[in-house]
């Protein structure tokens, strides 16, 4: 709904697409046997989307039988190209691709495998539709898609993928219910606050321009290795905050500072898969389950950052269930008044993104996931269409890859003048430097903001996945990201009885844990618990590596840990958790 209410032209072209490159030589008809594989598993890939009226409805399409009949691929052999050529044709061909989707007759997904020769190799393109996609799926898309191809290629019938998660149908029917229930509506009073009517717009240096996709300009900056450590392990233990509230809290103050309002307006974007309504697990399923809320924070006068800072993680720890009520009440709710005064209302101009792994490092990760995908050095081609709306006057996206804090600020030329963009960047970059200093030298103590959440701070070693208080606590080592979210589910395999608490691994490639290693690393998590539960506990992580070198000082001398849990990536609970004595 939020789609079709932002875009109005070429609402075909609005995707999502990964290019990659691979080693040896596919074979077509295995791989679109493999394609065929994913759309059948995938349901959300396999959805088409119809006008009717005013609205728009979506509809599944029946799974075909064979799934080679249905798959979306198309061979190019570039063999015949001349090397200096090919990368010329592979982005003219690709660039056709991203605008070949269409959303009532499909296919929502297209598959291009570019074959440049027994020594060159190839490439392979996948282009989703933003509607059936999200960063999330892209893993398991291409994870999914290796898995299959390697089952055909060795003579399996029938490919084996993991067992589903949630479905996208039935995620989309417990936001239906969610819509409907009562927690929904004691969130109304919040969303519409009066204090949302005062928000000020942001200057613009051009007032009538197009704000289109084709007049997108972007500029990108970076704290050094050394400052994302202390911002990353420091300030977030200092502070007891989260990366995230960090970066905020700076935006806030930078665009406060541009507009002169204290009042500041921000949409902040989330994967949207945390597990805030009824018991649904979506760790494998593949879907758009990307949630933005606007959020007001009001920003206080001469005060030092360390104050403006718990004050800011507050507000922004007041918004219910990160978020997600907003979208639900703004277009399922149904509720006619309430939609009227949220439309009514102020709209947030700036984006705001930040993931452990976004573009560059996620591509990382998938690779490391697929190892016969690579990374490739050709353009995939505009994801959106040139005449699509820009949702937004500024965006900014934040990742950390490579030991560095890099930010990426999008604009429209038509809009503002880079040097504009160019100084409020540099102004950010500024602020959030003063504020990683200000840490350092008021030595300001762990308990800072502790009160603000009853939720563990970022940094903390244990975190739990269930009630506390449970008898036997289940250690969680989990991979560099940080993120619980794909333990959740192992969790509740495990009795009612046993506490779940995951170790949090951080950034192993920031110094100072980058140079020591996971068992150093783990080992120190490992040791920080002890003592603090007296029963036995287990431990568990989805690299057993990290879990075994943690369970080493947790067992040495009489330890707590009876029990380590290896778990690996992509694991079916039920049958496939190794359990060690």
């Not at 844990?513 to 068992?519: D, K, L, N, S, V």
Request: a negative charge.
């Amino acid at each position: 709904q939020w789609f079709f209410a932002q875009q109005s032209e070429d609402l075909h072209h609005w995707n999502q697409a990964t290019l990659v490159s691979v080693s040896g030589r596919l074979q077509p008809e295995l791989l679109k046997a493999a394609v065929g594989v994913l759309l059948r598993h995938h349901d959300a890939l396999r959805l088409r989307f119809r006008r009717e009226g005013e609205s728009w409805k979506a509809h599944y399409t029946a799974v075909s039988s064979p799934p080679m009949s249905i798959a979306p691929l198309t061979v190019h052999d570039l063999s015949g190209v001349a090397v200096a050529e090919q990368r010329g044709e592979i982005e003219r061909l690709a660039t056709a691709a991203q605008s070949s989707l269409n959303l009532s007759e499909g296919p929502l997904l297209r598959v291009h495998y570019y074959d440049l020769g027994v020594e060159q190799g190839g490439r392979l393109l996948l282009v989703v539709h933003h509607l059936v996609v999200d960063i999330v799926s892209w893993s398991i898309l291409l994870d999914h898609l290796q898995h299959a191809y390697e089952q055909l290629e060795h003579g399996a019938k029938e490919v084996q993928l993991p067992h589903k998660t949630t479905s996208y149908q039935q995620w989309a029917e417990v936001l239906q219910e969610y819509a409907e229930s009562l927690p929904l509506l004691a969130q109304i009073d919040y969303w519409l606050d009066d204090k949302r009517l005062a928000v000020a717009s942001l200057p613009t240096d051009f007032s009538d321009g197009d704000n289109l996709e084709s007049t997108t300009r972007q500029l990108s900056m970076s704290l050094e290795a050394e400052e994302t450590r202390k911002l990353v392990f420091e300030v977030s233990k200092a502070g007891n905050v989260q990366v995230n509230e960090v970066l905020l809290a700076v935006l806030a103050e930078t665009l406060s500072q541009w507009t002169g309002d204290k009042h500041v307006l921000i949409d902040v974007e989330g994967h949207g898969r945390e597990e805030t309504i009824d018991e649904v697990d979506l760790t494998r399923t593949v879907g758009w389950f990307t949630t933005i809320h606007p959020v007001l924070l009001t920003l206080e006068d001469d005060t030092s950052w360390e104050e403006r800072l718990r004050t800011l993680t507050k507000q922004l720890r007041a918004v219910p269930k990160r978020g997600i009520g907003y979208g639900v009440l703004r277009y399922l709710s149904g509720k006619k008044d309430v939609v009227e005064r949220l439309e009514s209302l102020p709209q947030a101009e700036v984006l705001f993104n930040y993931g452990r792994f976004v573009e560059g490092p996620e591509q990382e990760r998938v690779e490391q996931r697929a190892p016969q995908f690579g990374p490739a050095g050709e353009s995939a081609g505009p994801a959106h269409s040139a005449r699509a709306r820009r949702t937004h006057l500024l965006e900014v996206n934040a990742s950390i890859g490579g030991q560095q804090l890099f930010v990426r600020w999008s604009f429209s030329d038509r809009r503002h003048e880079r040097a504009t963009v160019e100084k409020l960047a540099y102004e950010f970059l500024n602020e959030l430097r003063n504020l990683i200093a200000s840490f350092q030298a008021s030595e300001v103590s762990t308990g800072a903001i502790a009160q603000l959440s009853d939720e563990p701070p970022f940094w903390a070693p244990l975190v739990p996945l269930q009630q506390r208080g449970s008898k036997a606590p289940f250690f969680c080592v989990h991979p560099a990201g940080g993120s619980v979210l794909p333990l959740v589910d192992l969790a509740r395999q495990i009795r009612n009885n046993r506490g779940h608490h995951p170790v949090q691994y951080g950034l192993a490639q920031v110094p100072p844990f980058g140079q020591h290693g996971a068992r150093r690393v783990t080992g120190r998590h490992a040791g920080g618990h002890q003592g603090a539960e007296p029963d036995p506990g287990r431990l568990a992580g989805e690299a057993g590596q990290r879990g075994l070198h943690a369970s080493n000082p947790l067992t040495a001398d009489g330890g707590d840990a009876a029990v380590a849990a290896l778990v690996d990536q992509e694991v079916d609970v039920g049958a496939r958790v190794a359990l060690v004595e």
